[in-house]
């Protein structure tokens, strides 16, 4: 039986773009138009493993994804990380003037701003996906329609590219996770990240104590992302990201940290991507 993938949109989109480059072998997809719905996918066994985007170097961190795999139990148990080229793509023969609307992702629209504040007469409208925007114009042979999405989209449905790279900046990575839900998947010697969630008692210092455990314990900090707690006003639960060398510094700095938090977990213990 194929491996079944789920990703957040369709082919074509940047999710499918991350499966194809980190599952070397075939498998299916599992196209899903929320993140929640990845989710739903991964606990009722439809689909073995997902792809989620977790931060962007230009727009931060996407928040309601720890939570999502937080509440949902779910294992981190690899990243990758992508270089974002978004293009304008409509159907061909169509100049820049033609185009009357631009339908993407909120995410790619913020991401080109200053590109549209050079036409004024674009209307820009957000949709749940860059590459289904991209099919749809295909299909309804949408005239005056644009789509901001990845080369891949264009070819995939046959779209002309009317500008290409028009994000600001143009050093444009996202960090993606491959998520499932056990966490059963590299020998501890290969393993060399692992993504952590714990919360404090509200006394002064507390953070900064369990930041030297860390750094004395020979522990990288790549991330940390803080969350309110809703049960708790002004409490907030912290989710880090830390790289070592050798599996057994981050296990001592483990037991330390179990003891020192009111509450620890382990989101994913996996090897660190390639940026």
Not at 61 to 72: E, F, G, K, R, V
Not at 122 to 143: C, F, H, M, N, P
Request: glycine share 4%; hydrophobic share 40%; charged share 20%.
């Amino acid at each position: 039986m194929e491996m079944k993938i789920a990703i957040q949109g369709i082919k074509g989109s940047f999710h499918h773009q991350v499966a194809q480059e980190y599952f070397a072998s075939e498998f299916d997809l599992d196209e899903c138009m929320s993140f929640p719905e990845l989710v739903k996918s991964l606990l009722g066994n439809q689909a073995h493993k997902g792809v989620m985007a977790l931060e962007n170097s230009i727009a931060g961190s996407i928040i309601p994804n720890y939570a999502l795999i937080d509440h949902n139990n779910l294992h981190i148990i690899g990243e990758h990380y992508l270089d974002i080229h978004l293009n304008l793509m409509a159907l061909k023969g169509q100049q820049i003037d033609d185009i009357k609307e631009v339908h993407s992702h909120p995410m790619a629209l913020l991401q080109c701003a200053p590109f549209f504040s050079q036409y004024p007469h674009i209307k820009l409208v957000e949709s749940g996906d860059t590459a289904e925007t991209a099919r749809r114009i295909q299909e309804q042979k949408l005239i005056g329609i644009a789509a901001v999405a990845a080369p891949i989209a264009a070819k995939l449905y046959d779209l002309e590219i009317i500008s290409a790279g028009i994000h600001t900046i143009q050093s444009n990575k996202t960090r993606f996770v491959i998520v499932k839900t056990q966490n059963k998947e590299w020998p501890k010697e290969e393993i060399n990240k692992a993504s952590i969630k714990f919360e404090l008692d509200d006394t002064p210092g507390s953070l900064a104590t369990i930041l030297n455990v860390m750094n004395n314990s020979k522990l990288n900090l790549t991330k940390i992302q803080s969350m309110p707690i809703i049960e708790t006003p002004f409490q907030y639960s912290f989710f880090v990201d830390v790289v070592f060398e050798k599996y057994k510094h981050y296990e001592k700095a483990k037991k330390i940290l179990e003891l020192m938090t009111t509450h620890f977990k382990v989101l994913g213990e996996y090897k660190k991507g390639v940026q």
